[in-house]
């Protein structure tokens, strides 16, 4: 049986501390959780009750194995997430400071495992019978997850749903201007785009939602997702349809993760063949419930928490 989504790239260890609105030198507390943008999608998809899985590598460490168990806690297949013996899993901090503060510091180095995906260990019949695959920027990075990363698209050529999540992390490139051409080329082989406008602006060289959403749709896309922060998000596509959907009033404790929760719901919705306002304000309201909490992927809500959020008009 084909899974209802595979995805491929991040994945890591989360320190968030346990205390709000301290600076991490005097953080004494931490809580450990499951991390990276492409791990936590799948976790929010199978809380949604989808059969999910990811393509990723640890280090070979105890924190590795932390993330199997995590991940199959979570109901996500771990078949493809393998050791890179010699790296360490990576691990991210963060700093608190609600409303909209949340300072992300990576630990990656020499080089995060997640980016060493070969092409070869690619199980690509799985990718291509997968009702949505899901890709992210970071793996264009660096090689040779960049290869492999291009390898799945090219091999699954359009059949079902590729969602490239533009995933801009300057910090992960060596040199950001080097970036665009590899977005274009993934665009090619994706049906649906998602990022905010600083990252639809590394993909197209446009800031504006409307443009830039068009210049994704002309770059090869059939569904542009365009993150506007406090102005909610713009969906458009191929056919000339469009939605505008506000923010979900929130009180943010983490604003972390909201993204990702975004994302499996988006994948949810278009799974189950929802129209374009309603899958929007259905991801809307997932990441505004993670938005609410402190963690991420033990966070992502269920489709009963989704649908008490949109009933009462705010997360309460």
């Keep these: 049986m084909a899974y209802d989504l595979i995805t491929m790239g991040r994945i890591g260890v989360d320190l968030y501390p ?20 492409a791990s936590n999608v799948a976790v929010a998809a199978a809380r949604l009750g989808h059969r999910t899985a990811v393509i990723t590598r640890t280090g070979d460490d105890p924190f590795g194995s932390y993330l199997h168990e995590a991940l199959r806690g979570f109901g996500v297949d771990d078949r493809w997430v393998t050791p890179v013996p010699g790296l360490p899993t990576p691990v991210t901090f963060c700093e608190i400071f609600p409303p909209d503060d949340f300072p992300l510091y990576f630990y990656r180095r020499p080089k995060a495992p997640d980016l060493e995906i070969d ?48 995933d801009w992390r300057p910090m992960f490139w060596k040199d950001p201007a080097a970036a665009r051409p590899f977005y274009q080329e993934a665009l090619r082989h994706t ?20 443009a830039a959403a068009q210049a994704l ?17 713009l969906a458009v596509d191929s056919e000339g349809e469009s939605a505008e959907v506000p923010p979900l009033p929130v009180s943010v404790l983490n604003g972390l993760g909201a993204g990702d929760a975004f994302g499996g719901s988006l994948c949810d919705g278009l799974l189950a063949g929802r129209d374009l306002e309603t899958v929007m304000r259905r991801a809307n309201a997932a990441g505004a419930i993670v938005a609410s909490r402190l963690e991420c992927s033990s966070a992502m809500p ?6 008490a959020a949109l009933e009462a008009g705010a997360v309460l």
């Excluded at 049906?191 to 409307?210: K, M, Y």
């Excluded at 269920?302 to 649908?307: C, G, K, L, P, V």
């Design 18 to 37: 346990l205390q709000t609105g301290v600076p991490l030198p005097q953080v004494t507390s931490f809580g450990k959780f499951l991390g990276g943008s």
């Design 119 to 166: 092409a070869h260990e690619l199980d690509l019949d799985a990718i291509r019978e997968t009702r949505v695959f899901w890709i992210t920027g970071t793996g264009l990075s660096e090689e040779p997850s960049r290869t492999a990363t291009l390898a799945a698209l090219a091999h699954r050529a359009k059949s079902g749903t590729t969602v490239f999540d533009l």
């Design 191 to 210: 049906t649906v785009a998602v990022g905010n406008l600083d990252e639809v602006e590394v993909a197209t060289g446009v800031r504006e939602p409307r």
């Design 217 to 233: 749709l002309d770059a090869g896309c059939e569904l542009a997702v365009v993150k506007q922060g406090p102005k909610g998000v």
């Design 302 to 307: 269920t489709a009963d928490e989704i649908d």
